[in-house]
């Protein structure tokens, strides 16, 4: 059944349970006085005396399925048993502390989506969290890439989606025939869903302190918005491809003080494919990446920042450590943007040979002396050595305990928290210095429904975190 909600819905959900309860005492009392004549032939054809609709939410939880809009929340829990449409010119809020409960299975018909023709507003706090996931006996380690619901998916209308201080959890069930976004040719029936996917150039995405983890492919796809991804979390995107953030032409914006973990192939990925306007214009900046790229099972892709296709943007202070390449600017024929493509100011580390011998890759363009591209050389300004050099000194993470044919095999999988804590830099990492701050975000700030979101300028240590 699809209802629409809106700022009366927990009222409704409150009537339909005080309706429930009123039905289970008219049961009570007529099973007793059915007893008292010997007649128990209501409960031989009625075996489930819990009649009436939302007999499989569990208690505590509001039933949510159909047309949304309006407000959920705050402190509430929503159980989401089918498909949510947001339509054109509506929008939905989810406030501070509300949950929602996918009530997924990983297969076509039966993993919901969050489908998106207007706009969609994540307001958790730091406080109070918004979550968008599974229930806890699906969150295993088993279960990382099991992709048990369909993603947050934008259609071409979709004007805004804002996240802030939300986690999104276990998205990427197979698409279904009729979905949007197999309709407008992003993917095929039956191919893993992106955890979040906008298609509109005029529309604004917000990523503000929050986290995507554990995802069957994409995290983040964007083939159109006006952008700002900050101070947010990335672990476990993609099973054997698939990146944290990957944007295509139509997306312009600022990509900053994020952390990613163990992506199968890059952390931020820009392409000037699918025609749209505006170029792709992105800067990376301040970002840390780490035991990413290993599990792309198509040759030479590796993982941490990639830029090819006509895409073009400045990339400067990024700390990429134990990946599979450094930087990446596709060769010809498919090179980025190169007359308006400025980098430099990476620091690199590696614990094996793969990984010091990618930190600028040989199938790019950085100091690669290609044909018509001999001036593309290794930045002075890059932080590289020898195995085991140049260690940046995180006060909560080993570098040491990494191995490439692990990640390969999936035999370090496994969940991941506190990235923020864990990544710090100690007082005495050599990262604390030399990141290049004589540039600007593309956009000074972002304003969407009110809100405004200063950007951050660049800073002079490396990644994204200063020192503990």
Sequence with gaps: MRYKINIHNQFNSIMRNMKRKLNFIYIGVLALLLASCGDNSFFEDNDDPN?????????GFIGL?????????????????????????????????TTLIMDGNGRPGGSPEINVAGSLYSYGTAEKPNYIGVEESKRSVANIFRGFWGGV?????????????????????????????????????????YAVYMVNPEGNFIMWHSRIAYTKDDAIRLNGAKTLIAYSEFAFNGETGGESVNTKS???????????????????????????????????????????????????????????????????????????????????????????????NHYYYGNNAESVEGFHPENGL????????????????????????????????????????????????????????????????????????????????????????????????MGALGAN
């Design 51 to 59: 009649l009436g609709e939302e007999t499989n939410v569990p208690e």
């Design 366 to 461: 950085i100091g690669m002396n290609v044909p018509g591209y001999e001036d593309v050389i290794i930045p002075s300004s890059d932080v590289f050595g020898g195995i085991g050099e140049n260690d940046p000194l995180f006060v909560d993470y080993n570098v040491g305990s990494f191995t490439p044919a692990n990640f390969r095999a999936l035999n370090d999988v496994g969940f991941i928290t506190n990235m923020f804590e864990k990544f710090k830099l100690s007082p005495e990492s050599p990262a604390l210095t030399g990141g290049n701050t004589a540039f600007s975000p593309i956009f000074s700030s972002y304003e969407v429904n009110g809100k405004t979101y200063t950007t951050p300028l660049p800073s002079e240590f």
């Design 153 to 193: 998916i934008g259609t071409d209308t979709a004007k805004d989606m804002v996240f802030e201080y939300t986690s999104i959890e276990f998205a990427g069930a197979p698409a279904e025939a009729g979905s949007s976004i197999v309709a407008e040719g992003e993917i095929d029936e039956g191919e893993p869903r």
């Design 65 to 97: 399925e159909g047309e949304v809009s309006g407000t959920l929340g705050p402190d509430q829990q929503y159980w989401v048993t089918g498909d949510l449409f947001i339509r054109e010119g509506e929008s939905l809020t989810l406030l501070e502390g």
């Design 250 to 344: 139509g997306v312009v914006g600022d990509f900053c003080y994020n952390i990613f973990y163990g992506i199968a192939t890059n952390g931020l990925k820009a392409a000037n494919s699918k025609g749209r306007q505006p170029q792709c214009n992105n800067n990376y900046y301040n970002n840390t990446i780490v035991n990413s790229g290993w599990r792309r099972s198509q040759a030479g892709r590796g993982g941490s920042l990639n830029y090819e296709n006509g895409a073009r943007g400045e990339v400067f202070n990024n700390l990429v450590v134990d990946s599979r390449y450094g930087l990446r600017l596709f060769p010809p024929d498919d090179e980025p943007d190169m007359p308006n493509m400025r980098w430099g």
